[in-house]
């Protein structure tokens, strides 16, 4: 097979024209269309660099003005757009000088050096390494971006043509080379070909990385949707339950409490100010108790009215403490609803399992169950534990 300059660039416009299709069809797809994750940005991007090469692929059927000056606006404008798409992606905005002082710049290059090929490869290079740099910065300075692994695909296919283009720029600075151009079809050196390979796995590293990228942070998305209550915000039963059954298997020689928590005559809350109201209490409610938890303590919504706290690390006095603390502040607090200021209280059972105890889970939970029925029986706005 004979590498020349427009076979490599046929295969490497015809790769990026069907990455640009799958990726608006990625970005055109899913119930959300007002979402913002980047990948339309992205695809845009991918677009440019593929007219960007087809302008490149037409040299010596088209003016240089085209295929020269225009092509690397093109290149260098879709590393603006994949700079946009990360900072889409994390939801940040960036200086605007990012966005126009790299294409500048490379149209003025193209322009002054259109006929120096070498004077290109070094200027034109220089500049687009620091667009690399940008956005490979942008990657690592991010934290919402490292908490899954698909950037170190994008990462990677940026490395990998910063290193080709610093290898380029040498080249051309020493002179040593005659580079093949499309429009003469010779055979190219292997700096030529490497650049080739280079750029379209950069294409299909980043593009791939970046797809993942945006898949992983919906799946953690659809993971939280799916362990968090909808109204008050902490875990609902299934997170909790993980959460307490993780304790109870990691607890090492250390207890394990668990505190039912009840909201008092909640049903007379809702008969008498409505549904509404109800749901404000709830989120009151909520952020009182998780106001005197502990580092490691665990709050979630059990049901309705009822909520229950995992203490890991609380023997059978600091979960009664705990406890104790958790209704005095309930029961001081004024909480301020749209039909005025409301109070209540909450009754609480507690249960509590030991290192060595080899108990399951639904065994404690029946106990603090039944030491929250004990304290609703006694008079409610009380704490009653399990023996």
Same mark, same amino acid.
């Not at 875990?235 to 990691?250: H, I, T, V």
């Given at each position: 097979m004979r590498l020349d300059p427009p076979t490599m660039l046929f295969s490497l416009i015809l790769t990026n024209a069907f990455m640009v299709v799958g990726l608006f069809v990625a970005a055109s797809g899913g119930r959300d269309r007002e979402r913002h994750d980047g990948i339309g940005k992205w695809a845009v991007a991918i677009l440019l660099e593929t007219l960007g090469w087809m302008l490149i692929a037409a040299r010596g059927h088209i003016p240089d003005s085209l295929?020269?000056?225009? #092509?690397?606006?093109?290149?260098?404008?879709?590393?603006?757009?994949?700079?946009?798409? &990360?900072?889409? /992606?994390?939801?940040?905005? #960036?200086?605007?000088?990012?966005?126009? &002082?790299? *294409?500048?710049?490379?149209?003025?290059?193209?322009?002054?050096?259109?006929?120096?090929?070498?004077g290109r490869f070094i200027w034109g290079g220089i500049v687009f390494v620091l667009q690399l740099v940008l956005i490979a910065s942008e990657l690592l300075r991010n934290r919402a971006t490292h908490t899954g692994r698909a950037w170190r695909l994008l990462l990677a296919g940026i490395a990998i043509v910063v290193v080709v283009l610093g290898l380029r720029s040498l080249v051309a600075m020493s002179g040593q080379f005659i580079l093949a151009q499309p429009e003469t079809g010779g055979v190219p050196?292997?700096?030529?070909?490497?650049?080739?390979?280079?750029?379209?796995?950069?294409?299909?590293?980043?593009?791939?990385? /970046?797809?993942?990228?945006?898949?992983?942070?919906?799946?953690? $998305?659809?993971?939280?949707?799916?362990?968090?209550?909808?109204?008050?915000?902490?875990?609902?039963?299934?997170?909790?339950?993980?959460?307490?059954?993780?304790?109870? #298997?990691?607890?090492?020689?250390?207890?394990?409490?668990?505190?039912?928590?009840? #909201?008092?005559?909640?049903?007379?809350?809702?008969?008498?100010?409505?549904?509404?109201?109800?749901? $404000?209490?709830?989120?009151?409610?909520?952020?009182?108790?998780?106001?005197?938890?502990?580092?490691?303590?665990?709050?979630?919504?059990?049901?309705?009215?009822?909520?229950? &706290?995992?203490?890991?690390?609380?023997?059978?006095?600091?979960?009664?403490?705990?406890?104790?603390?958790?209704?005095?502040? *309930?029961?001081s607090a004024v909480l301020d609803t749209e039909q005025g200021k409301l109070s209540i209280t909450v009754s609480i059972g507690i249960a509590h399992s030991t290192a060595d105890a080899g108990r399951a889970l639904k065994d404690i939970l029946a106990e603090a169950d039944i030491a929250l029925y004990s304290a609703k029986k006694g008079g409610r706005n009380q704490v009653v534990s399990f023996s």
């Open positions: 295929s020269i000056v225009a #092509a690397n606006g093109f290149l260098s404008s879709s590393y603006v757009l994949i700079l946009a798409a &990360v900072y889409e /992606f994390q939801q940040r905005s #960036a200086p605007r000088w990012q966005y126009f &002082v790299p *294409v500048i710049l490379t149209l003025l290059i193209a322009a002054i050096l259109i006929d120096d090929i070498h050196n292997w700096v030529q070909v490497l650049s080739f390979v280079a750029v379209m796995a950069s294409s299909l590293l980043g593009s791939i990385g /970046f797809l993942l990228m945006v898949k992983e942070r919906t799946d953690r $998305e659809v993971l939280h949707l799916a362990m968090t209550d909808s109204l008050t915000g902490v875990p609902n039963r299934r997170a909790l339950m993980d959460y307490a059954e993780r304790a109870m #298997a990691q607890r090492g020689g250390r207890s394990v409490a668990l505190l039912m928590i009840d #909201a008092d005559h909640f049903k007379r809350i809702n008969d008498t100010y409505g549904h509404p109201v109800g749901d $404000e209490v709830l989120r009151q409610l909520t952020r009182l108790l998780q106001q005197r938890l502990r580092g490691g303590d665990l709050l979630g919504r059990y049901g309705g009215e009822e909520f229950c &706290v995992v203490a890991p690390d609380a023997d059978a006095e600091g979960a009664l403490k705990l406890a104790e603390s958790l209704r005095e502040s *309930v029961a």
